[in-house]
């Protein structure tokens, strides 16, 4: 039994596209949000222990959205997970509208953190990780989705190479790539994380099997990072 079925909601996988469709307006940066759509939906459908009614509860999983531009995805699967109304999503972007084009941790329920300058999620999620072993919460797991041009942003690789040494195995990252970074990486993306003592798969970012046996594969003592290859974004 999925989480969706213990809660019984009403809208599943196949009422997303509709959900997005219902946010009209400017600026919907489109193929950024369509990108994330499957891995949001399998995180919070299958992986994620965290629900509309647990939303501040001490013990939660956290998920920290970095990748924050183009947010339809993650206010469609928020909406069918039941944590704000469905009828909310049209006025997305317009002034009087709680889900702006970047989420807002004060206006949306169930948003971690304010997203806005990318390649700043991955290292919240360190400090996130930190504080939970350091008020003795060890269940609680930290999640964060990271697009693959945030890695040219150096602060990730300072959380890169701290979170390993660190044994963070309550930290867990996906990397959405939709080869839209400027510069490659040696290896691959996965070797990156690998080479400072990360748990790394690779998995088809659009089918939910793959990343559910990536997002769920052991990795004891070590941080764990999903690599999500979907079409690239000019295709």
């Known amino acids: 039994m999925t989480i969706t ?4 909601q009403t809208y599943g996988y196949p009422d997303l596209p509709g959900l997005m469709g219902l946010m009209t307006g400017d600026e919907k940066h489109g193929p950024a949000a369509t990108s994330t759509l499957d891995v949001l939906w399998v995180l919070y459908d299958r992986v994620l222990r965290v629900g509309p009614d647990s939303a501040d509860a001490p013990g939660r999983d956290r998920f920290l959205l970095s990748k924050g531009h183009g947010p339809m ?39 971690e953190i304010g997203s806005g300058s990318l390649g700043h999620g991955l290292p919240i999620a360190v400090g996130t990780a930190l504080g939970l072993r ?8 930290v999640w964060t989705l990271i697009g693959d041009a945030e890695l040219d942003e150096g602060s990730n690789h300072e959380a890169i190479a701290f979170a390993g040494p660190a044994g963070l195995d309550r930290l867990h990252t996906v990397v959405v790539d939709n080869s839209s970074a400027s510069y490659a990486r040696p290896g691959g993306i996965a070797a990156r994380f690998e080479a400072a003592g990360w748990s790394a798969r690779t998995a088809d970012g659009r089918d939910h099997e793959a990343l559910y046996a990536a997002f769920t594969a052991p990795h004891p003592g070590r941080p764990h990072v999903v690599v999500a290859r979907v079409e690239p974004k000019n295709a």
């Not at 079925?5 to 019984?8: A, G, N, P």
């Open 73 to 111: 995805a993650y206010y469609a699967v928020l909406a069918a997970k039941g944590f704000l109304p469905v009828d909310r999503l049209p006025g997305f972007g317009s002034y009087d509208s709680p889900l702006g084009h970047h989420p807002d941790r004060t206006l949306v329920p169930g948003v």
């Open 5 to 8: 079925e213990q809660r019984t």
């Open 134 to 141: 350091a008020q003795g919460l060890h269940d609680p797991a």
